[in-house]
């Protein structure tokens, strides 16, 4: 029998889901993060699975994982010390930036500064034209010149980026070549091929954040693999990307840039996997674990896939504010705090949920590890949203009088209220601010988030889905079993996949067909190259898109393209495409207005995985039985402690029904039915709850 493993390194807790080919088992772990070192609680998981499963670690197929650290690093500027080179006289152009102001009123306004300082933007003699002819050769004697500058300057990477490289990479990869011959031990990242895409800044921004990490995904994702090794695990290491595919080693070590969201990504392909089952094809998924709470819309069973994202913003929710980095992401946004969010009040006293947290260490005040500030996790707990007693299935103790007395210092006494009030101001402040930013989200991709079913999970999901699904009118909310881990048990169920573009600006009228089919045939054949190393030719799959705009507008809408062979035919079924998708989020098209064609993308995947799902087979229908005991928890709509019935989640077999308000238990996170409500269990064990129509306010 041949396992595989998930692992997903969150900022408080690093979960593991483990499965086996067969379909027949389904193990879990949840251990706390170890920040200094990110991979030991990976190993310690992996440890705890294998033995409490009485599973060898020679069985182990392979591990997928998913980390926030290259993230991290980019946050906290723990990359290595990175130089530019640059066409001369742009070597200002990251600085510059868009020249554009995200918040137009703050005169004190802040921005991400540029990953390499100006006296490490290097510039050298050459020229590309747009159309990818040389006008200036490349002054090779003006690439060696700066070699000593960059030793003596004790530089460890550095990003290439020229003028038009997306068309053109000659220039570039003989500056590469000679920065290899020169300077072995740098780290070295082309723009041409790390993202060969037009719009230089962002090009230039994606290229140093790629290198600034680079040795970092070195160090770390050799150091894990050779500790499985160690470890008597056989099976291959493979990470999750940003946009919900899998890679392997030798790809993530060179353009880790591509890594950055990979744990959010993989609660995202959980999410649209578990919606297919359920025949939610249009869903929106909730993801709240210890740090951060994220959003994402899954349409027509698909997550959406975004061609950037930003890293390092100063505003922690506004647009423009950190780096643009250029590489497609399952398109999420953050919209909240997690249970590990300090509590605090700003400058007016008003109060304040995150975004600093307290991570895993020293974590909330009722860990008893240290932490002195109360956080949303502490107010959940004095509410009796979770039991002191059965917290990580009761392997871990919380402290809920230091829980209570952290609020009441924190809030309770400055504002005149006691414990049990402040921590309901802290609840209701947390899902108000979620519901507000998830409408948002849905509104501008065309949809009304009151028209879809919310899907709750991670270690805090479940604890404040109901509130949040109560004030967006959702209609129901699903609570997966294991939704605790359900990241985790999202990494197993991605295919290995690459992305591949090429920027051929041209009108849709007077396009050169056959150079772009060249274009698609020589980006399937570098699919077959990178997935092949893992899957058989045979299984591997392509799908084409192309990133049009009507002419002279500025940004473009990415469409599917058909496949097979190309040509003026094919003009016509791009536009219909183009015009479905702009009237989908405008409403409307203008007429007799000319379409561009900016760039061609191609997506090559091997075989989407199974996802293996929890099973409450051996529990009994019979919700009445399933009941744990009573406890007083806070109640939304009399705002007192009210006795609620707690119900045991792995006591809950399919079929079992019952009203809220309620709650249920499992070891990694406990579902809060605050309000009257219908919960089932389905064939798939998941947890069902129907929301009244008239349950919109507050929560």
Not at 673 to 678: D, E, K
């Amino acid at each position: 029998m041949s396992y595989r493993i998930g692992a997903d390194i969150g900022g408080t807790f690093t979960d593991l889901v483990m499965v086996d080919d067969a379909g027949t088992a389904f193990h879990v772990a949840k251990v706390l993060t170890t920040p200094a070192e990110p991979d030991r609680a990976v190993l310690d998981g992996v440890d705890t699975l294998l033995a409490g499963n009485g599973v060898s670690a020679e069985a182990v197929g392979h591990l997928i994982h998913g980390t926030t650290l290259f993230t991290n690093a980019l946050i906290e500027r723990k990359g290595a010390k990175t130089a530019l080179i640059t066409t001369r006289g742009f070597r200002d152009a990251v600085e510059i930036a868009r020249e554009y102001r995200f918040d137009m009123y703050d005169l004190w306004m802040e921005r991400p500064d540029p990953i390499a300082p100006r006296h490490l933007r290097l510039e050298v003699d050459e020229r590309i034209l747009a159309d990818g002819t040389v006008k200036t050769e490349l002054d090779e004697a003006s690439v060696e010149a700066l070699i000593p500058g960059l030793r003596e300057a004790g530089v460890e990477a550095v990003a290439v980026c020229l003028l038009h490289a997306y068309r053109n990479a000659a220039h570039e990869q003989r500056i590469g070549e000679i920065l290899a011959e020169k300077l072995p031990e740098v780290a070295v990242s082309l723009s041409s091929e790390v993202n060969p895409e037009i719009r230089e800044y962002d090009r230039a921004s994606t290229t140093l954040a790629n290198v600034y990490v680079k040795k970092i995904a070195d160090e770390y994702l050799h150091r894990l693999e050779e500790r499985l090794r160690e470890k008597g695990v056989p099976g291959a290491l493979y990470v999750m990307q940003s946009q919900g595919g899998a890679c392997d080693i030798a790809t993530a070590t060179s353009l880790p840039i591509r890594l950055v969201e990979s744990g959010p990504a993989a609660g995202a392909l959980a999410a649209a996997a578990y919606g297919k089952l359920i025949g939610a094809s249009d869903l929106l998924s909730f993801d709240m674990g210890g740090t951060t709470a994220k959003a994402c819309l899954i349409l027509d069973g698909e997550p959406l896939i975004a061609p950037e994202f930003e890293v390092d913003r100063k505003y922690r929710f506004k647009k423009g504010s950190g780096l643009p980095v250029k590489v497609p992401v399952i398109e999420m946004i953050e919209i909240g705090a997690g249970g590990g969010s300090l509590v605090t009040r700003d400058a007016l006293g008003r109060l304040q949920v995150g975004p600093q947290s307290a991570g895993a260490v020293p974590g909330p005040v009722s860990y008893n590890r240290g932490g002195t500030q109360p956080t949303v996790t502490d107010a959940d707990l004095v509410l009796g949203y979770l039991d002191p007693a059965f917290f990580l299935g009761g392997t871990m103790a919380l402290d809920v009088d230091g829980a209570r007395e952290a609020l009441r210092k924190t809030v309770g006494e400055p504002l005149g209220i006691g414990a049990e009030a402040a921590a309901w101001g802290v609840h209701r402040l947390v899902n108000e601010n979620m519901a507000s930013a998830a409408r948002i989200h849905a509104v501008e991709r065309g949809k009304e988030a009151d028209k879809l079913p919310l899907f709750a999970f991670g270690g805090a999901g479940p604890v404040h889905a109901f509130g949040v699904a109560t004030i967006l009118g959702s209609p129901q909310v699903v609570y997966p079993l294991g939704a605790g881990v359900m990241s985790a048990a999202g990494l197993l169920a991605a295919p290995l996949s690459f992305d591949f573009v090429r920027t051929m600006p041209a009108g849709l009228e007077a396009m050169d067909w056959a150079a772009i089919n060249n274009a698609l045939t020589e980006m399937e054949a570098a699919g077959r190259k990178v997935i092949g190393r893992s899957v058989p030719e045979d299984a591997i799959t392509y799908r084409r898109t192309a990133d049009v705009r009507y002419r002279r507008q500025g940004y473009d809408l990415t469409v599917q393209v058909p496949g097979g062979t190309l040509g003026e035919d094919s003009a016509a079924t791009i536009q219909a495409a183009f015009e479905d998708a702009y009237r989908a989020i405008y409403g409307q098209t203008p007429t007799n207005v000319e379409l561009d064609v900016i760039s061609w993308r191609v997506v090559a995947a091997g075989p989407t995985p199974r996802l293996v799902l929890p099973s409450a087979a051996t529990a009994a229908g019979d919700a009445t039985a399933a009941i744990k005991g009573h406890r007083k928890i806070f109640r939304a709509d009399s705002e007192t402690m009210e006795e609620v019935a707690v119900y045991d989640r792995y006591a809950l077999g399919v079929g079992a029904t019952f009203k809220g308000p309620a709650i249920v238990e499992e070891r990694e996170s406990t579902v809060v039915l605050n309000g009257p409500c219908r919960a089932t269990v389905d064939t798939h064990a998941n947890l069902i709850v129907d929301m009244p129509t008239s349950a919109k306010g507050d929560a």
